[in-house]
């Protein structure tokens, strides 16, 4: 009995990873049930007894890792907010707690933390309406904690342009964690530099956008 839920859980993530990364290569639509069971030398019954549509599917793929991602996110953030004992956490602290622990699991090359966060980057800018839905339930909570942290901690900056702002980081995280192909498209060319580098510029990036005064003027 033990073998055989063995065999299960080993034809589940076999599905779940060919799926994760013809998702992240091709999108959504651009990747059939075909590719999958292909990709994961399994047949269609094994697909659909274990996710039943294409749409579930997906959403298992997500919810893998998208779920112990937040959990670790509000972890940080939880562990901020004692070390803080009721004070303004540091925004510095905040961005590294959100961004940072995704910067990390897009590190993660052997664990497919890698392909992962480069789904969800190709899935923000190509969502479909469920996706969407489904991403807006899974970040609800965990967006909502760090942007009442935020609130606090930059209180000079109105609400709702740190809404914007949090809107642009969670782009140009996307856009980084995507690799320098887009960057060589504008470019021409790009020498590729140590990954580990990625990290520290793009978090000084983003609490440099998230702490950058209002030009008021351009706005009217």
């Known amino acids: ?71 670790a996110r509000i972890a940080a953030l939880e562990v901020l907010e004692v070390e803080a004992a ?19 699991m897009a590190a993660d090359v052997e664990g497919g933390g890698h392909t992962f966060m480069r789904l969800l980057g190709r899935t923000y800018t190509e969502p479909s309406e469920f996706v969407r839905q489904f991403l807006a339930e899974e970040y609800a909570e965990c967006v909502d904690r760090f942007l009442t942290a935020l609130y606090r901690a930059v209180p000079e900056v109105d609400r709702k342009e740190i809404l914007w702002r949090f809107h642009f980081m969670m782009g140009a995280m996307s856009y980084a964690i ?6 060589q498209l504008v470019t021409g060319k790009f020498d590729d530099e ?23 003027a351009s706005l009217r």
């Open 1 to 71: 009995m033990a073998e055989a839920g063995s065999r299960t859980t080993d034809t589940r993530s076999r599905i779940l990873d060919a799926a994760e990364v013809l998702f992240m290569e091709n999108g959504f639509d651009g990747t059939s049930m075909r590719m999958i069971t292909s990709r994961a030398e399994v047949n269609l019954a094994a697909v659909n007894y274990h996710f039943g549509t294409k749409e579930l599917l997906i959403q298992e793929v997500f919810r893998r890792r998208l779920t112990s991602l937040n959990q």
């Open 86 to 104: 009721g004070a303004p956490i540091k925004p510095s602290r905040i961005v590294d707690a959100f961004f940072g622990t995704a910067l990390r």
């Open 178 to 183: 995507a690799g320098t192909d887009a960057l």
């Open 194 to 216: 140590d990954p580990s580098q990625l990290a520290p510029r793009l978090m000084s990036f983003l609490l440099g956008g998230l702490r950058a005064p209002l030009a008021e």
